[in-house]
C-alpha cells in the first residue's frame, strides 16, 4: 500500500520564477492538504482541497495556488518566486476529516 | 485563534534515560484533536498519536506514552528507555473538530529536537 508520494524531490529555482509540486494522496485518501515548513520551523498551513476545491486556505498571498485532480492528486503551484519561499513543502492526505499522512517532501530552493 | 507551544528547542539524552517532550495548546473550541508526529532527518513527517478533546485518558504504546491534561491544556510525551533510533523533531499539532463543512487544518508547535546519544 503506497503511502503519500510527492515529486520532484529537489528543485531549485531563480527569484521570479515560477514552481508546481507534486501529490500523490496514500490510497483510500480524498482528502490532500500542503504545508510549508522553513528551516527550523514548524509546518505551516498553507490549503487544503476536497472534492477537486479548496476547503481551507492558511494565511498565504494568492501567488500560492493549487489544484485537485478527479483522481485525488493534487499541485501546489507558486507564482513569482521569493528567496522567502525556499522550505520543505509538505503534502498530506486523509479521508475526509481523520487523521493526515504526510510524503516525503519536496525541498525548494530559491536563488 | 489555535496555538502550539513547545517551550524546549533542543533536549540531548543518554540512551536508556527517560525523556519528556512538552506541549502546550490554546483553543477556543471545545472539541478538538491533539497529534504527535516525528519527523527524522529525511523530512518526512511520521504520525504517532491523536487524541480527542474528550478523552483523558493516557495512552501507552510500548516505550511511548502520552499524558493529557485538559486543565493545563498540556499534552505531554515521553519516551522510556531512549534509543539513539529516537533522535529527531518532534511536534504536537493541533485541529478543531469540524462535523460539517470546513477542514481540518493542523496547527503545530516550532518543535523539539532530541539527540540520543550512545
Known amino acids: 500500500d503506497a503511502g503519500v508520494t510527492q515529486s520532484p524531490t529537489h528543485l531549485i529555482k531563480t527569484r521570479g520564477q515560477q514552481v508546481t509540486l507534486r501529490c500523490s494522496p496514500k490510497?483510500?485518501?480524498?482528502?490532500v492538504s500542503w504545508y510549508q515548513q522553513a528551516l527550523g520551523q514548524g509546518p505551516q498551513f498553507i490549503f487544503q482541497?476536497?472534492?477537486?476545491?479548496?476547503?481551507q486556505r492558511g494565511n498565504f498571498p494568492d501567488r500560492f495556488s493549487g489544484h485537485q485532480f478527479p483522481n485525488y492528486s493534487s499541485e501546489l503551484n507558486v507564482n513569482a518566486l521569493l528567496l522567502g519561499d525556499s522550505a520543505l513543502y509538505l503534502c498530506?492526505?486523509?479521508?475526509?476529516?481523520?487523521?493526515?499522512?504526510f510524503g516525503p517532501g519536496t525541498r525548494l530552493l530559491v536563488l | 485563534a489555535q496555538k502550539v507551544t513547545q517551550a524546549q528547542t533542543e533536549i540531548s539524552v543518554v540512551e536508556k534515560e527517560d525523556v519528556t517532550l512538552d506541549c502546550v495548546y490554546e483553543?477556543?473550541?471545545?472539541?478538538?484533536?491533539l497529534f504527535w508526529y516525528k519527523q527524522p532527518p529525511s523530512g518526512e513527517l511520521v504520525f504517532l498519536i491523536r487524541?480527542?478533546?474528550?478523552?483523558?485518558q493516557n495512552e501507552i504504546s510500548g516505550r511511548y506514552s502520552w499524558n493529557f491534561q485538559k486543565s493545563t491544556s498540556s499534552f505531554n510525551f515521553t519516551i522510556t528507555a531512549s534509543q539513539v533510533v529516537d533522535s529527531a523533531v518532534y511536534f504536537c499539532?493541533?485541529?478543531?473538530?469540524?462535523?460539517?463543512?470546513?477542514?481540518?487544518?493542523?496547527?503545530f508547535g516550532t518543535g523539539t529536537q532530541l539527540k540520543v546519544e550512545l
Open positions: 498530506a492526505s486523509c479521508r475526509g476529516r481523520e487523521t493526515q499522512y
Open positions: 490510497s483510500g485518501h480524498d482528502t
Open positions: 482541497y476536497y472534492e477537486e476545491e479548496e476547503r
Open positions: 483553543t477556543r473550541d471545545t472539541t478538538y484533536y
Open positions: 487524541r480527542n478533546s474528550f478523552d483523558e
Open positions: 499539532a493541533l485541529s478543531e473538530a469540524i462535523l460539517t463543512g470546513g477542514g481540518n487544518k493542523l496547527t
